[in-house]
């Protein structure tokens, strides 16, 4: 199974998002990759307050673009967006997967401002993908082992993180290394493969440095982006091969 990361920015403005997602999917299927990794709320941005006014008919409509678009490249995607169920709006990803199901999973570790706008999650999410067990979590849920641990132990073999680290500018850069450690350590705890797809730009005076990885189950760094650059990042896995040393 060939996984991929795209690190891509990130703009205010839902078409705009849609188009670059439509055109690195795109680029993702001519590289063969079967399942591509994409930011937190990558399809309208990091909006901070902005979230508040996110439409969700606005949202469902580029998610059954999205659809149409995954069946027809033949290529699985996990997208960040702000989705409102049930009367909440989660920060969430929606997994595409080729054969029409439509999987969701909501951030259960919110930063303190996103407890303003968005409700935590409270289950992680497990699908099954040929014959690999994959699994999602978002940002700041990386901070906490017990939630890959819980990934881990329903059978996953690869773990997607979508992030968007936007940080004042000198924080960004003081967080580099925490943000690069966190993905590797839950890799090697949880013999997994993890696929984390951060975005790069500015907004609002903040900054994203990027770093997007893929990292084996031994903790070894596979691939690894750089900070300002859009970037897609594969890997072919061998099933034969999962439990690296």
């Known amino acids: 199974m060939k996984i991929a990361a795209a690190q891509i920015d990130l703009y205010p403005d839902l078409e705009k998002n849609l188009e670059n997602i439509r055109a690195w999917a795109k680029k993702a299927s001519d590289r063969g990759v079967d399942i591509v990794n994409f930011p937190e709320a990558s399809l309208t941005g990091y909006l901070f307050e902005g ?3 996110v439409k969700q ?12 678009l995954s069946r027809q490249l033949g290529i699985n995607m996990v997208v960040g967006t702000p989705y409102r169920m049930d009367d909440q709006l989660y920060n969430s990803v929606v997994v595409l997967l080729t054969d029409g199901r439509r999987l969701l999973y909501h951030k259960t570790h919110l930063v303190s401002y996103e407890q303003k706008y968005f409700a935590p ?9 040929g014959t690999l067990t994959l699994g999602t979590i978002i940002c700041r849920d990386q901070d906490h082992p017990a ?12 773990l997607f993180i979508s992030c968007a680290h936007y940080y004042p500018p000198m924080e960004a850069r003081l967080k580099v290394d925490k943000n690069r450690a966190l993905p ?16 790069i730009g500015s907004y609002r005076g903040r900054i994203n440095l990027g770093h997007s990885m893929i990292v084996g189950p031994n903790g070894v760094v596979i691939n690894e982006a750089g900070e300002t650059q859009e970037e897609l990042l594969t890997f072919d896995i061998d099933e034969s091969r999962l439990d690296w040393r």
């Open 147 to 158: 939630l890959a641990r819980e990934v881990g132990e329903a059978g996953a073999k690869v």
């Open 184 to 199: 590797i350590a839950r890799a090697l705890e949880n013999r997994l493969f993890v696929c984390k797809a951060n975005a």
């Open 51 to 53: 979230f508040a006014n």
């Open 57 to 68: 008919e606005a949202v469902a409509s580029a998610l059954d673009d999205l659809g149409g």
């Open 121 to 129: 999650g409270s289950e992680p999410l497990t699908f099954e993908l």
